[in-house]
Every structure is written in structure tokens, then in C-alpha cells.
């Protein structure tokens, strides 16, 4: 079974140009999500997509930051204009359930590195 | 969900028997504890699952005492391929009020 797919793996950009990064989930996986993880934290999570519906974008800075999960599998995360403190890694999850219950198994892909100078 | 506490790191030496304890002490009726293991350069994998006492698979045992205010990873016969950043999650999101939080996680390091 192909795993979450994710491209770039690296970006380099300088502050105040836009990005956009790019996850295939497993196949069959209703639930998506995007998080950023800053170098020494744990990820913190930017978005929810049940099918192509947003759950939670709560903690997601939406005057920079949109995405977006068209016909309810891929999905693309934009910064636009990028800052300093968004270098890090951008990471892609699916699960196969609808990420309501703590038994949902979320599965990752191996990320987006983001450099911003 | 119900907030976690681990340790920020450990060392240990291979061949030995790891165990890394999370606190979830308002840990709810219906939550389960899940751990995911984060190895540089790669994004988190699941590890391991369960409720109550003791749950076995090929990677890892994970122990819940009978209040399950906390619970314990344990890694049997560690490698150095087993340093890497150890996550406890518990939880049920019933609204969205409710955040999915991983927290700094253990960092372990095996030593030769």
C-alpha cells in the first residue's frame, strides 16, 4: 500500500514570496491533515479536512496561509507572503476514519521542509 | 484531548529494555492511548494502541495501569536504530474545541 505522498521534500524562499506544497493521501482515506513542525517541537496541527469539508482550522494563519482538498484527496497548503517564522517542516497526514475518534491511526508522509531567508 | 506528560529526553544503551511513561490524569471514559515514534527527517509513525492494560506488538508493549492516569511504552532490547522522538496522544475529538496535540514528545537516544 503506497504511503502519503508529499513534494516538495525541500523549499528555499526568501521572505514575502508565496509556496505551495502538494499531499496525495493513502487512498480511501477520508480525513487529511496538514502540520507544521518547528524545529525540537512536536507538530503542531495547521488544518482538518474530512472528505473535502474543513473540521479544524482553528489554529491555521489564515491571512497568509489557505489550502484547500479538491474532490476530497489531494490537498495544497500555500503561504503567501512567507515569513521567517514559517521555516519548518510542513507535514501531511491521512486517516482512514474521519479523525473523530482517538482510534484513528493518522498516517504521515515525510514531509516538506521549508526554509525561509 | 486530554493534556500529556512524558519526560523531554533519555539515554539508554543498546540491548537494554526502554520504558518512557505519559501522565493523561484527566484522561477520559472513551479515550485511547496512542504513541507515534518520529525519526529525523521523517514525519511521526505510529507505534502502538490501547485502552487498558497491556496491549503487545512486534515493535513495542504499551502498559495501563487500571485508573489509566498514565501508561508506559516499553521497548524491548533497544537499538541504535530506536533513538528517535516518542509521542503519547490521548484523546476523543467530539468538537472543535478540541485539539489534536502532540506535545514536545520524549527524546530518546540509544548509546552503544
Known amino acids: 500500500e503506497a504511503g502519503v505522498a508529499q513534494s516538495p521534500r525541500y523549499k528555499i524562499i526568501e521572505k514575502r514570496q508565496s509556496v505551495a506544497f502538494w499531499c496525495n493521501p493513502i487512498?480511501?482515506?477520508?480525513?487529511l491533515y496538514w502540520y507544521q513542525q518547528i524545529l525540537g517541537q512536536g507538530p503542531k496541527l495547521l488544518i482538518q479536512?474530512?472528505?473535502?469539508?474543513?473540521?479544524?482550522d482553528s489554529q491555521l494563519p489564515k491571512d497568509r496561509f489557505s489550502a484547500e482538498r479538491l474532490k476530497g484527496v489531494d490537498s495544497t497548503l500555500k503561504i503567501q507572503p512567507a515569513k521567517l517564522e514559517d521555516s519548518a517542516v510542513y507535514l501531511c497526514?491521512?486517516?482512514?476514519?474521519?479523525?473523530?475518534?482517538?482510534?484513528?491511526?493518522?498516517?504521515f508522509g515525510p514531509g516538506t521542509r521549508l526554509t525561509v531567508l | 484531548l486530554a493534556k500529556t506528560t512524558q519526560p523531554i529526553s533519555m539515554d539508554s544503551y543498546e540491548g537494554q529494555e526502554v520504558n518512557i511513561t505519559c501522565s493523561h490524569n484527566?484522561?477520559?471514559?472513551?479515550?485511547?492511548i496512542t504513541w507515534y515514534q518520529q525519526f529525523p527527517s521523517q514525519g511521526p509513525r505510529f507505534i502502538i494502541q490501547?485502552?487498558?492494560t497491556k496491549v503487545t506488538n512486534e515493535v513495542a508493549s504499551l502498559f495501563i495501569p487500571a485508573d489509566r492516569k498514565s501508561s508506559t511504552l516499553s521497548l524491548p532490547r533497544v537499538s541504535l536504530s530506536d533513538t528517535a522522538v516518542y509521542y503519547c496522544?490521548?484523546?476523543?475529538?467530539?468538537?472543535?474545541?478540541?485539539?489534536?496535540?502532540f506535545g514536545k514528545g520524549t527524546r530518546l537516544h540509544i548509546l552503544p
Open positions: 497526514a491521512s486517516s482512514l476514519g474521519l479523525g473523530l475518534k482517538s482510534t484513528d491511526t493518522q498516517y
Open positions: 487512498s480511501g482515506h477520508a480525513t
Open positions: 479536512f474530512q472528505n473535502n469539508g474543513v473540521v479544524d
Open positions: 484527566n484522561i477520559a471514559t472513551n479515550d485511547y
Open positions: 490501547g485502552y487498558k
Open positions: 496522544l490521548v484523546g476523543l475529538r467530539l468538537n472543535r474545541d478540541d485539539k489534536i496535540i
